[in-house]
């Protein structure tokens, strides 16, 4: 079996009840997990499980915490709760391991399965190969004899956790009254908590997608449907809107008029705030190959680096620990804020947002557009089978295109490591020129794919 059989760019996701988010696999799973991070020392071993409100995480919740005892680890069970939520609990609990139970932004229909090591950190691709390569043993296989099962417990009181470690993280001189902030937490993982935090920071909330169903998660809300919080921005006349994704580990937020605000100007925000008071590290910020090449002529305009990774939080985070970086994310909206999380954290990044609002005199459209995007335009082709990109006729669509912009633009194409997609992204000084790249190298993937 492939290297890649189960694991994709953010640990194993796909339909809920097919493979591989099968219970089969999610038992299957929580045995190779748990006997890659069991220690021969002579202790109790413990794994710490999260999900967000998806209907089928009652299904894989189960599958991992059978799969996880079978071989005589103990298990503490959070409830819904944010991805980054999980990383940092099962670090103040010194757990050997943490799983989070999410497809993010994706559909209920979907459902994936995120695993953190003891230091709250994704997995590395050595790490998950290992895994891997177990998770097809026989099911006979390291099993503990029955005095050593492991035992399950639910922590009731995570949620409570991690509002007071979300709380800690801003600025405590500061308090949010006097700001209306919409709050729209696509009925999700942080449907409780986020709400929570900014109630008890002094804001005024006005709560969205707080009422999960299991089938209603990123439904016409979140930050895949940013519309939903916009419209409530101006219906109540609020100074910021944000909005988290599923899982909670990516954000976007939108102004006082209803404005949208992506990842990169939010980094833009918080990372030049960090530099002009000496708290920025390694003298810039991380972001991918799909940020604008706006934000990297912003952070050179000020003597400050823009280091691109390939496409996925975990990469960023890598660059970020490889070289001391404190900020990084994607265009998408993880922010990742080191000083305070291992992961994307939409809550923690849209509080540093806050804070910058809270400091200043201006309103949040003052701040929402710190540089001037150059055009870019995204488009994703899906395909059913095969190996579009290995097309010729794609390959010398994507050549042509890099051609034709002489190195006065960007081109970025690649398979989706979650979705049977082609991505394809263009930007440059040409917007006609954009378009016109974008829809030639879309007709090829297409014709590939057909």
Known sequence: MSKRAYFGTDGIRGQANSFPMTAEVALRVGRAAGRFFMSREARRHLVVIGKDTRLSGYMIEPALVAGFTSVGMDVRTLGPMPTPGVAMITRSLRADLGVMISASHNGFSDNGVKLFGPDGYKLTDEQEATIEAAIDEPLDTGLADPKDLGRVLRIDDSQARYVEIAKATFPRRLSLAGLRVVIDCANGAAYKVAPAVLYELGAEVIPHGVAPTGFNVNDECGSTHPEAMARLVREYRADIGIALDGDADRLVICDEKGQVVDGDQIMAIIGD??????????????????????????????GLKLERTPVGDRAVMMRMREGGFNVGGEQSGHVILSDYSTTGDGLLAALQVLAVLKEGEAPMSALARQFEPVPQKLENVRFSGGRPLEDAAVQAAI???????????????????????????????????????????????KKAAA
């Not at 530099?275 to 604008?292: D, F, P």
Request: aromatic share 6%; net charge positive; proline share 1%.
């Open 273 to 302: 705030h960090y530099a002009r008071r000496q708290r920025l590290t390694g003298g810039g910020v991380v972001a991918t190959v799909m940020s604008n090449l706006g934000l990297e002529r912003f952070f050179a305009a000020r």
């Open 399 to 445: 050549a042509d295109g890099e051609a034709r912009f002489n190195g006065s633009g960007r081109l970025v194409v690649r398979a989706s490591g979650t979705e049977p997609l082609i991505r394809i992204m263009a930007e440059g000084d040409d917007e006609k020129l954009v378009h016109q790249v974008i829809k030639d190298i879309a007709g090829a993937v």
